[in-house]
């Protein structure tokens, strides 16, 4: 097992699992601490990478395209402070964090864990039920309706109709954008059979935000409606059988092993590999060829 233990948090790896516990300091936003530990499986893992700076260094996780309501629902659109897959390295533990990239990374070699986007979502999401008050309203969210109450700052046309209950059958789909600049940001519903291109302040199936505290808050909403709506890519037409003709050559399969098992070689002579795990992977490779 690998661990790394950090004030801006502690990531464990059991060789199935990364586990993400954010820490208590006070620099630790907000969204993180709400969110909780994440418990991400290593097939959704893309990739780990450690940036070293002077006083600091950062360890980064990049997760496979589909994989994460969350990162689905906020679009990249999160920033540094809040994006729960980043962690904070003081310089005197910078051999702690290059150890643990190792071994995450020889987990995704051995394991062959593709790193293409995936069509169902391999991270459960924000618990419900959840409620948030943030902007002009409160959106609370209890897995099966996401209701949109209103406060005292909100425009009176869109409080004049009351508070929004909203079946998770009548959802279309969702979107968080943060405040930006001068820019407003929202947390937006869209609702079947009812499009609509009024601003967010006008908007009953919209939260508008300003950017203060709490508004991060809202993408947890957006994460937990997220993860129970159909996956963008299950509708996608899968790919049919590529004809006979164009399917690769058993030889050229054959030489994509060979060259798997120098790869391998050089990894072991590098010292990324121990003896048992390339033992193991070379078995594995060599039962293939």
């Given at each position: 097992?690998?661990?790394?233990?950090?004030?801006?948090?502690?990531?464990?790896?059991?060789?199935?699992?990364?586990?993400?516990?954010?820490?208590?300091?006070?620099?630790?936003?907000?969204?993180?601490?709400?969110?909780?530990?994440?418990?991400?499986?290593?097939?959704?893992?893309?990739?780990?990478?450690?940036?070293?700076?002077?006083?600091?260094?950062?360890?980064?996780?990049?997760?496979?395209?589909?994989?994460?309501?969350?990162?689905?629902?906020?679009?990249?659109?999160?920033?540094?402070?809040?994006?729960?897959?980043?962690?904070?390295?003081?310089?005197?533990?910078?051999?702690?964090?290059?150890?643990?990239?190792?071994?995450?990374?020889?987990?995704?070699?051995?394991?062959?864990?593709?790193?293409?986007?995936?069509?169902?979502?391999?991270?459960?999401?924000?618990?419900?039920?959840?409620?948030?008050?943030?902007?002009?309203?409160?959106?609370?969210?209890?897995?099966?309706?996401?209701?949109?109450?209103?406060?005292?700052?909100?425009?009176?046309?869109?409080a004049a109709a009351g508070a929004?209950?909203?079946?998770?059958?009548?959802?279309?789909?969702?979107?968080?954008?943060?405040?930006?600049?001068l820019e407003n940001g929202y947390?937006?519903?869209?609702?079947?059979?009812?499009?609509?291109?009024?601003?967010?302040?006008?908007?009953?199936?919209?939260?508008?935000?300003?950017?203060?505290?709490?508004?991060?808050?809202?993408?947890?909403?957006?994460?937990?409606?997220?993860?129970?709506?159909?996956?963008?890519?299950?509708?996608?037409?899968?790919?049919?059988?590529?004809?006979?003709?164009?399917?690769?050559?058993?030889?050229?399969?054959?030489?994509?092993?060979?060259?798997?098992?120098?790869?391998?070689?050089?990894?072991?002579?590098?010292?990324v590999l121990t003896d048992e795990?390339?033992?193991?992977?070379?078995?594995?490779?060599?039962?293939?060829?």
């Amino acid at each position: 097992m690998a661990e790394i233990l950090q004030r801006d948090g502690t990531w464990t790896f059991d060789g199935d699992t990364l586990r993400l516990t954010p820490g208590r300091d006070k620099s630790v936003s907000l969204l993180r601490k709400t969110l909780g530990e994440l418990a991400v499986p290593l097939g959704a893992l893309a990739g780990i990478s450690f940036e070293q700076g002077r006083r600091s260094g950062r360890l980064r996780l990049r997760l496979r395209d589909g994989s994460d309501p969350l990162l689905q629902a906020t679009g990249g659109r999160l920033t540094d402070t809040n994006d729960p897959y980043q962690l904070s390295v003081d310089a005197d533990r910078y051999g702690v964090a290059e150890y643990f990239v190792d071994e995450i990374r020889s987990a995704l070699l051995l394991d062959e864990v593709p790193t293409d986007a995936v069509d169902s979502y391999l991270l459960a999401g924000p618990a419900v039920p959840l409620s948030v008050s943030a902007g002009d309203g409160t959106a609370s969210f209890d897995g099966d309706h996401v209701r949109l109450e209103w406060n005292w700052k909100t425009e009176d046309a869109k409080a004049a109709a009351g508070a929004r209950t909203l079946s998770l059958a009548d959802i279309a789909g969702v979107e968080w954008h943060p405040s930006v600049g001068l820019e407003n940001g929202y947390l937006r519903f869209t609702v079947r059979n009812a499009p609509t291109k009024a601003p967010p302040k006008y908007d009953p199936n919209s939260v508008e935000l300003w950017g203060f505290k709490k508004d991060p808050l809202m993408a947890l909403v957006a994460a937990a409606v997220q993860a129970r709506l159909p996956h963008p890519a299950a509708a996608a037409p899968k790919q049919l059988p590529a004809p006979a003709a164009d399917r690769p050559a058993p030889e050229e399969d054959h030489d994509a092993l060979l060259r798997r098992l120098r790869e391998l070689g050089d990894l072991h002579r590098s010292g990324v590999l121990t003896d048992e795990e390339f033992t193991l992977a070379k078995q594995a490779v060599l039962k293939r060829l």
